[in-house]
């Protein structure tokens, strides 16, 4: 044991000296696997049009992503392929594992990422991790000092009633090491058969998870995997499949905006799971949910122009519901003898079709109303003027 933590340290010490630092500057939207097709532009062609934005791919057949505005993940690269493919416009990055446990495995990832990137610092390596936290995760991000931090839950697989925990606790951890989040989601929802026809609700529960993971600050969603996106051996999308690229359209129209976001607080509205926590009492903008229905997440953000941004997400995928936000002071609790802030708050709401901000109401004291689809998500920006 303790051979294992001097290496341990060891390993972490030099990763933190000399690597050059990588920075997301686009949405990904992952595909696992790929269609079981020999036709390589057939295939890439596919995946461009289901709205994928990195595939896995072979290194040495990257200039046919090119082609189609695609970026490859390549899997199990030694440093000399990663050397050789540094230059490349078509490459993402090194897919490096799925999963590892015991934490044994830590150190020799960590020796794998470090040689990785001094090979090519511009692209980062890649591996997800069990949902497992705690000292688990804790032990993860120490060692390795991964660029990204991805994991997977399958919340219609293995039940919702840990889903929002896992997802606090792993966004958490991403916003402590200023890293970004990716989450591994499941494209068919059925736990039992995995029918690739799919149950009749797929779509609405796909948008749920799709939507809540965003309001949780994730910036890569990951689709677990391909042989239920396409028919088998074949570029046909199964309904599944298309439930998958119809969500990929509109996280490629608010990709742009979601990148740029830091992730600063979730709220949820009643009834609370494992995990949740309502706004605090001063919070200056606080939602109110139908009482009947499953509830609302309230992701927090702030913009690189300096605004507030906040999306809020259904819980319920089965229904409708209607949305009260409730607007106060941002300086509630300032002492009662300081001179009161006169203020007022202009809000925005992103059109997931065209992509633009339209004006919801150019100036609110007390919030607004609307109603939000079943499991859908709503992003809105934020400008406080003070007079």
């Not at 790929?34 to 049009?49: F, T, Y």
């Not at 792993?170 to 494209?187: K, N």
């Not at 028919?231 to 979601?258: F, I, K, M, Y």
């Not at 913009?303 to 509630?332: A, I, P």
Request: proline letters at 6%.
């Amino acid at each position: 044991m303790l051979r294992w933590m001097v290496g341990v340290l060891l390993i972490a010490s030099f990763s933190a000296v000399g690597a050059e630092e990588w920075k997301m500057s686009e949405f990904v939207i992952y595909l696992w696997g790929s269609p079981k097709v020999a036709d390589l532009d057939a295939k890439a062609a596919a995946l461009a049009e289901a709205g994928f934005i990195v595939v896995d791919w072979k290194g040495d057949e990257l200039d046919v992503l090119q082609k189609h505005g695609l970026q490859g993940m390549v899997h199990k690269p030694t440093p000399k392929e990663a050397k050789s493919l540094a230059k490349h416009p078509a490459l993402w990055g090194y897919h490096c594992g799925d999963e590892p446990y015991p934490e044994e495995q830590f150190p020799p990832i960590a020796k794998l990422f470090k040689e990785l990137k001094k090979a090519d610092p511009e692209h980062p390596p890649f591996v997800n991790m069990l949902s497992t936290t705690g000292q688990f995760l804790r032990t993860w991000m120490k060692v390795v000092q991964p660029d990204i931090l991805s994991f997977d839950y399958y919340q219609w697989w293995w039940g919702s009633d840990r889903y929002f925990e896992k997802l606090e606790q792993f966004r958490q951890e991403a916003v402590a090491a200023d890293v970004p989040l990716g989450s591994c989601l499941e494209v068919n929802a059925d736990p039992y058969t995995g029918h690739k026809e799919g149950l009749p609700d797929n779509g609405l529960k796909l948008r749920q998870s799709v939507y809540t993971n965003l309001a949780y600050g994730v910036k890569m969603i990951e689709w677990f995997n391909s042989s239920q996106v396409f028919e088998p051996e074949s570029v046909e999308l199964t309904p599944a499949g298309r439930d998958v690229a119809a969500l990929n359209a509109e996280l490629r129209v608010l990709g742009p905006v979601l990148v740029g976001l830091k992730s600063l607080d979730v709220f949820n509205t009643p009834p609370l799971q494992l995990g949740m926590r309502e706004a605090y009492k001063e919070h200056w903008v606080r939602l109110i949910g139908e009482e009947t229905r499953a509830g609302l997440v309230q992701g927090m953000f702030e913009g690189e122009d300096g605004l507030d941004y906040m999306m809020v997400t259904n819980r319920d995928y089965r229904s409708s519901q209607s949305v009260v936000v409730r607007f106060q002071s941002k300086w509630m609790g300032i002492a009662p003898w300081h001179e009161k802030k006169k203020y007022s708050y202009a809000i925005d709401i992103f059109d997931k079709e065209t992509g633009e901000w339209k004006t919801f109401s150019s100036s609110s004291f007390v919030g607004f109303t609307f109603v939000i689809g079943p499991g859908d998500g709503e992003l809105f920006r934020i400008k406080t003027n003070v007079e």
